[in-house]
């Protein structure tokens, strides 16, 4: 049952990332990281991503250590730090693979509806300014339920972006980064709820921006849709399954 209950969830993620990956390249050719970098973003540069794999949280707990010791990391069944370059930019932050890439991963996300934390080994830092102390060495932190033994190579410091729906953690190479990206999103995040009340005549907006969030807008509603009609599908899935096993009557032509 397990193995069945889990083919749902690995569907909605393949059918989702494709439907995306083929729907973002075709606004306007305008949402690569060299269009946005060009734009004069608020922050910019290179992050590592906790990347934790689908089904992690369903493997039962005593096999998890087993995967964590002997599983080869080419086979990603365990949570792993993936490069990643964000941009903030007018009211959104972007995430590319690269500084290569010709479009975004997945949906931008708005800034009004995000924060940002600092961790550190002892606690979560809500402040947004400078550090008061060196952090000791890393000692191993949970992050959303997943515990991380050590930081990636020559990273220190690692930061939060949650919205309502999830949280993403990323790895930087000193806690000064950290800060900067946690105050760039806090201070991103007070101009863009300024600008959507309309109270931002002293807020600096570029001309440029003003194009790029009506593209992110585009964007983020079409990637709501594709995310709704996917749960849609497989929400018909599995009632045509369940209705395929009642009483030995088959559901074929029932949703047609």
């Not at 209950?5 to 995306?20: D, G, H, I, L, N």
């Not at 964000?86 to 708005?110: A, C, D, H, M, Q």
């Amino acid at each position: 049952m397990a193995v069945r209950q889990s083919k749902p969830q690995a569907y909605k993620f393949v059918t989702y990332e494709r439907e995306m990956n083929d729907f973002i390249p075709s606004i306007d050719g305008d949402l690569s990281f060299a269009s946005l970098e060009k734009a004069s973003p608020s922050q910019q540069g290179k992050v590592l991503k906790l990347h934790v794999p689908l089904f992690y949280n369903l493997i039962p707990s005593f096999l998890l250590g087993i995967l964590v010791r002997y599983c080869p990391s080419s086979l990603n069944v365990t949570p792993s730090w993936k490069e990643r370059n964000l941009v903030i930019l007018g009211n959104y932050i972007y995430r590319f693979y690269n500084e290569l890439s010709k479009s975004i991963k997945g949906s931008p996300t708005s800034l009004d509806g995000i924060d940002a934390q600092i961790f550190t080994n002892q606690q979560t830092t809500t402040t947004g300014g400078t550090t008061a102390s060196p952090s000791p060495p890393f000692q191993g932190a949970d992050f959303g339920g997943v515990f991380v033994k050590e930081l990636p190579p020559f990273c220190n410091a690692v930061f939060s972006i949650k919205s309502i729906d999830k949280t993403r953690y990323y790895a930087v190479e000193t806690e000064d980064e950290a800060v900067t990206w946690v105050n760039s999103i806090r201070q991103g995040r007070q101009e863009c709820i300024k600008r959507k009340m309309g109270h931002a005549e002293h807020v600096p907006y570029p001309k440029s921006w003003e194009h790029y969030d009506r593209v992110g807008d585009q964007a983020a509603k079409q990637h709501k849709r594709i995310k709704e009609s996917v749960a849609r599908h497989e929400t018909r899935d599995t009632e045509m399954s369940i209705a395929s096993l009642g009483d030995g009557v088959s559901a074929r032509g029932y949703y047609s």
